[in-house]
């Protein structure tokens, strides 16, 4: 795995009230960016459109529980339809022996993320954790765009996720099920909100 969660910068995110964003040109660094993705008002942010749509995605498992992640990422490509099927997301075993690992289908659009449970074989809970989770890398998204921020839609998801249960940062979200409970009728939509890049002439 190539990126793991940054649980201390979670932590101080989650008194950022205000959007930090220093973009510095010809520098070699392209962003200075942390944001507690929770507490925006997504009205306030114009959305950019399917900005990723063909983008490589990365979809990782991670667990603080036994501070390990899965050796290899599932990979597919942002569009319509399922990006990553129940079966596949079933071999995404926890690093813990003890977390389960429900097949969970998670579609990946251009401004969103889907986890429907309607699949899985039975019901049950995440482990506690400081992360029990998934983590997605957005490999090929930042030419054009990058992920300002993540927000939870309130009107569809019925798992029971808090703000500061997301974390993102330019091309990578973690999304932390610690504790949470679901079954066959759990579903998760997390909305994105992309800003475009722009070039320095």
């Avoid at 101080?12 to 964003?21: N, S």
């Avoid at 667990?63 to 399922?82: I, M, N, R």
């Avoid at 091309?171 to 409970?181: I, R």
Wanted: net charge negative.
């Amino acid at each position: 795995m190539n990126e793991l969660p940054i649980c201390a910068c979670r932590r101080f995110a989650a008194v950022i009230t205000t959007i930090a964003l220093t973009a510095l040109v010809g520098c070699g660094d392209s962003h200075t960016f942390k944001i507690n993705s929770g507490h925006i008002d997504p009205s306030s942010v114009a959305a950019v459109g399917a900005a990723i749509d063909g983008a490589e995605v990365r979809l990782s498992r991670y667990s603080t529980g036994c501070d390990a992640g899965t050796a290899e990422p599932l990979v597919a490509k942002v569009g319509d339809g399922v990006g990553f099927t129940a079966d596949q997301v079933k071999t995404l075993a926890s690093p813990c022996l003890e977390a389960p690992s429900p097949g969970i289908e998670i579609q990946v659009e251009g401004r969103s993320v889907i986890f429907d449970f309607a699949n899985i074989e039975q019901s049950g809970v995440f482990p506690e954790a400081e992360f029990e989770g998934f983590i997605l890398d957005l490999a090929e998204a930042t030419e054009t765009s990058f992920l300002m921020f993540a927000i939870i839609d309130r009107q569809l998801t019925n798992v029971d996720l808090e703000p500061d249960d997301l974390f993102s940062d330019y091309d990578h979200l973690e999304v932390n099920f610690a504790g949470a409970e679901y079954d066959a009728n759990s579903f998760v939509k997390i909305d994105l909100f992309f800003a475009a890049v722009v070039s320095a002439n």
